[in-house]
Nanobody
Framework: QVQLVESGGGLVQPGGSLRLSCAAS????????MGWFRQAPGKEREFVAG????????YASDSVKGRFTISRDNVRNTVYLQMNSLKPEDTAVYYC?????????????????WGQGTQVTVSS
């Protein structure tokens, strides 16, 4: 079992930056593949970025590639999402997720554990 708590969301102007954090409980955090997803009102939850247990494999969706960076600190049991050059279309609730398998996947249904989400609003 792992419990996930996201933080760092807020209101930011277009072009600005935010860093989301996801703190995980449990001593086996380093064995989990981690992902960030987002869900805008009226839309399905979508994959943003994922990272393998070692950090050696990273995937990002085309919509955020070059702007968002996922990273993890297995000592602090935390995964991060650095978001730069934010756009209004990035507005959504952002969720951290964990899966016990080694492969990074983009499908929400393949992740076992989820945080409660943190709101990111990009607006002038």
């Amino acid at each position: 079992q792992v419990q996930l708590v996201e933080s760092g969301g807020g209101l930011v102007q277009p072009g600005g930056s935010l860093r989301l954090s996801c703190a995980a409980s449990g001593r086996t955090f380093s064995s989990y593949t981690m992902g960030w997803f987002r869900q805008a009102p009226g839309k399905e939850r979508e994959f943003v970025a994922g990272i393998s247990w070692s950090g050696g494999t990273i995937y990002a969706s085309d919509s955020v590639k070059g702007r968002f960076t996922i990273s993890r600190d297995n000592v602090r049991n935390t995964v991060y999402l650095q978001m730069n050059s934010l756009k209004p279309e990035d507005t959504a609730v952002y969720y951290c997720a964990a899966r016990s398998m080694v492969v990074v996947t983009t499908l929400p249904g393949t992740y076992n554990f989820w945080g409660q989400g943190t709101q990111v609003t990009v607006s002038s």
